[in-house]
Structure formats: C-alpha cells, structure tokens
C-alpha cells in the first residue's frame, strides 16, 4: 500500500532558523509529490509541487528516490509560515492525493 | 478560494441521525472529493467522482454515501451518524486530474460533532 510519513507532529523554531519538515514516501513506480499547506483560518491550499521544481515564499522540496523522500525546507524560516503542512503523493492511475498526518510548524519570534 | 462552499460549516446532531453534507463549486471542474480531517491522521479520502456519472470509494467509505447531482454539486451523506465520525470534513475539486501539475482546491470544511 501507499503510505506517506510525516514524523514530526510538531516542530518549533525560532524566525530566521533554517526549517525542513520531513515526509517519507513508500510508493511503487514514479511519485508526484506535492506539499499542501493550511494557515490559521484558511482553507488548505497548495504550496508546491514536486515536478515544477519550484521555490514558493522561499520553500524547496527535494525528492530523494533513494531515500524515497520529498523534505520541505526553507533557510530562513518567518513567523507567517507558521501553519499545518501536508506531505502528499499523487495515487498512480487518478488524481487521489494521499496525505500525511501533518506537521505543525510554529515559528516564534 | 471562494469557488467551493460547503453548508452547514459546523454541525451538531445525535447517534442515529441522518446527516448531508453539501458541496458546491463555481469552477467548472469535473472531479470532486471528500474527506475527512482526524487529529494526528491528516486528511483521508471518504469518496470522490470525476464527473456526474462516475462515483468511486476512497480509502474509508464505511459508513457513508454521496452523491453527484450535478457537476457542480456533490453531497455526503452519513445514513446513521456515530459518535466516531466526528470530525473535520472537506470538499476538493479538480480539474486536469491524474497529472503531476493538476492542484485540488478545497471547501472551508465543516466540523460535525455525533453525541
């Protein structure tokens, strides 16, 4: 089955620490990773997509076949990027998003 | 975005009611989902159609049922509710589908609480 791992439950910074939320994948074939994202008193939203190789609001995620991970990471992280962030693989055959638990990330000034 | 609304936002009911939950969209897409939201489980997939005629279970359809009345609705409906399937429950609409650049846009949600 098709699983996605996000390890941390919560993980606190301080603003302009370096920031890297963790998902793990375990998926046959190609994956398509996106990150999703949910700021207080918003609707979950995209944030990136993995085959756009894309930078939003200083965010990177790099997918690691080998170590069948898509990490999101931002150097230097601001208080506005405290939300719920969602690792999630695209189902093979139809749009199904699979999504993980979900990291809180808090970023305190 | 504005596009998807789901009605009733929040909701309170017994063990043994029927409850719908609704779904509409203004953005023309064909493919539409449920899910529900559980502290420390994210976002599961209840049931999802890519078009009126065409309905699918997701991973946790136990329980539930929808339905496609038009392209821009679609309805979850909980037959008999029990107190476990309180939570979180959101409505995705998409439109390209099965393609690595397709994004799902999501409802506000709607909090049920079964007592």
């Known amino acids: ?109 | 975005d504005a596009d998807v609304t789901q009605t009733p936002r929040n909701r309170i009911t017994k063990t043994g009611k029927r409850i719908m939950l609704e779904c509409s969209q203004t953005k023309g897409h064909d493919r539409m989902y449920w899910y529900r939201q559980d502290p420390g489980l994210g976002l599961r997939l209840i049931y999802y159609s890519f078009d009126v005629k065409d309905i699918n279970k997701g991973e946790i359809s136990d329980g539930y049922s929808v339905s496609r009345q038009a392209q821009a609705k679609f309805s979850l409906s909980l037959e008999s509710a029990i107190p476990n399937q309180t939570a979180l429950y959101f409505c995705a609409t998409s439109d390209l589908g099965g393609r690595a650049t397709d994004t799902q846009y999501f409802g506000p949600g709607t909090r049920l609480t079964v007592l």
């Not at chain 1, 991970?69 to 992280?77: T, V």
């Open chain 1, 1 to 109: 089955a098709q699983r996605v791992t996000q390890p941390e439950k919560l993980l606190s910074v301080f603003k302009g620490a370096p920031v890297e939320l963790k998902c793990n994948y375990s998926y046959s074939g190609s994956p398509e990773l996106f990150w999703y994202v949910q700021y207080s008193r918003q609707r979950l939203q995209l944030l990136l997509r993995h085959i756009s190789r894309e930078s939003i609001k200083g965010f990177t995620a790099d997918l690691n076949k080998g170590e069948t991970s898509f990490h999101l990471k931002k150097p230097f992280a601001q208080e506005e990027d405290s939300a719920m962030y969602y690792c999630a693989p695209l189902s093979g055959g139809y749009n199904k998003l699979i999504f993980g638990a979900g990291t809180r990330l808090a970023v305190h000034p």
